[in-house]
RNA sequence: GCCUCGGUAGCUCAAUUGGCAGAGCAGUUGACUCUUAAUCAAUUGGUUUGGGGUUCAAGUCCCCACCGGGGCACCA
């Protein structure tokens, strides 16, 4: 395993202290523990093999077969002279049946007394119940490893968010399985364990269809010492030997392309990059990109490989290539975030005269609130209400009084609801918004201009937006628009307009669309659209760059760019782009370029948010096993 | 960094607006040899995230800190 462990690390803080916040519950299984020793069994065996999975003895079912099976016990079911127990393997969950008479005294009472998420192996034969499962009559069982501390609660599964991301091994045990047929991961659709697998699946994916056009896939140095290839604060971290800072990368680009000089013409690497700066739903401060060049291709080729590649995955890992987003779920259902419960109280709602009235108040609210998003092209409700006139504490004032009915579920639990939950509830509901991508080719292609045309004339009532005078079009995106928070005094009329593209137009592109030919200021490390004075869309594309932006899911995926190879208009636009400052110059790139790179295409695709539209999740923190957080 | 909502038993949640901190699950003990959210009976479990303040009395009101969600800003 870890060789050379014994090397200094020097910590600027001191190392974590583990809590030691033991209960009742941990003595008790301490105790457990302790008693199984005395009795001189190690409760930690070094091998148990297992003849099977739990899934495959299940489809390779005969009567009375001999298995031997492992897994974690995850529920059981005591019925005193015999005991049933569940117990999983990530394939899945198989019941285990033990009879005092067949294990005797002993052994049977060891086996009461083991814990929900302990570990354990069996022996025994395969049976079917009265009540039509599949089972295992043990002959002999052993603890393969004791666990000393509870795991999450078995219906309920885990709710505290800050547990799910800061100890994702419980988010996992607690991710519900699917029922039988219903996936191909196993776990119920959206859950933790899906979303991993897939996740596994979709990068697979992505390296198959490269390999199969015969791109190369490398690695290039995380650490550098002047980082490269995008507008982004990068993090410092320090080399003992070498007595220097480094950088760790924020893209992928200058390497690669240090690779299309060498003559490696198609390439493509998969990778952690680092940008130092704020966390959100869409943004982690370490994220897997993958870039793509290919020389001789240009943003046209790139176009057809990102639609290529991204049609593949969703066919080969999803089965179609129509995504559905579909956690848009009723206002209560959301408001408990326990589906499951609340599909039966939604049931019982109309029965029941007191919630009769509060169920339509609700309906009304949604609907008025969906109304409202519609009509304000489709920003966050909880956004517009707040700002609107819309009483939004009478609101929230409301629901909570109508929540202070109680009601009972059906564990028994007397619930209410409280501000909170309203608050949430519509903060979900924008995250709820039900959508549906359709990625079958040819995705549509627009230009930038054209689109913000388009979009100005529908809905700000402007004819040509291009057409305006600079004053104009600030007055109108600040005023009309009520994009004043968003434009400082000192933008350039290009950054006006960006403004109203990133607000308004980008959220609005849930089907795949290639807006293309940015304007150039916008993207300084692209080459100019190839067009002269005197063809019929010089106007609109003299100032315009070789680039796409690919988005989906009102989300920008994939950037991909005719890439610069001339080594002198690349060394002006990094000079200005440091700002005078010469040690952020990567010299080294630059006397490559002068070496010679083939014009060539260049993508690159944010892996993480293509995974959240592929899988429907709405936060980037659920499609990475362990996200970013503050050290406690 | 700013705005906003939150943090109560191992887990999921209550606490009638300032009046003895409660329930289900699981845990423990007991009953039960085909149960499956097993059931039935009894029972343990709390520095209410931490620190200060107001009050006869604070989970609840005020201030500060810590952590998290959402939004904004930074950033493609």
Redesign the pocket.
Known sequence: MLLGFQSQFVFDSPPPVFMD?T????E??KA?LAALRAKGIDPFKNKFTPTETCRHAREQYTEGREVALAGRIT????????????IRDQSGRM?I?A????LGDEQFAIF??L??ADFIGVKGTM???????I?V?ITSFVILAKAL??????????????????QRY?DLM?SKAAAPGTSTTGFEKGSPGDVLLLRSEIIREIRNFMHARGFVEVETPMMQAIPGG????PFVTKHNALGCNFYLR?ALELYLKRLLVGGVDKVFEIGRVF?N???????NPEFTMLEAYEAYGDYESMMELVQGLVCHVAQKVLGTLTIVHERRASVFSVI???E??MR?INQQLRSLPKFELLAEELGKITEQLSEICHSHNQQ?A??IAKASNTPWDAYVGKF??GM?C?ET?????????????V??AF?WI??CQKKEINLTPPWRRVKYKDLVREWCSDKAEVDDWFALSPQERRNIAVGHLGLG??I?KDFEDFEVT?AV???YI?PTLIQPTFVTH?PKE??PLAKLTNVKPGDSDYEDLKDTVEVF?CCINGQ?IA?AYTEQNDPIAQRERLEHQAGGEQQKLDEDFLVALEHGMPPAGGM?M?IDRLCMMLLGQ??I?DVILF??????
């Open positions: 916040d209960n009742s519950l941990i008790q299984r457990k529920a059981h079911r005591d019925m005193g002279k015999s005991m049933f127990l569940d019941q049946y009879q005092k008479n067949v009461q007394h814990d929900l049976f079917t119940t009265k009540t039509n499962e089972s009559k501390r509870p795991p999450p609660a078995k219906w309920h599964g885990l709710e505290d968010t800050e547990i799910r991301y800061r419980l607690a995008a507008a982004a604060q924020i940008r700066e704020g966390l959100s739903r869409k943004h408990s975030s326990r499951q419960t039966e966050p909880w956004e909570c009084e202070k109680k579920r059906p564990d028994g639990i007397e619930e209410k609801f409280n501000k909170a939950h608050v949430k903060e924008d995250l928070g968003d400082a960006n593209f990133g607000k980008e940015l916008l993207v932006e920008e950037p690159g944010g709405e936060s923190r996200p970013q957080l503050k050290p406690k």
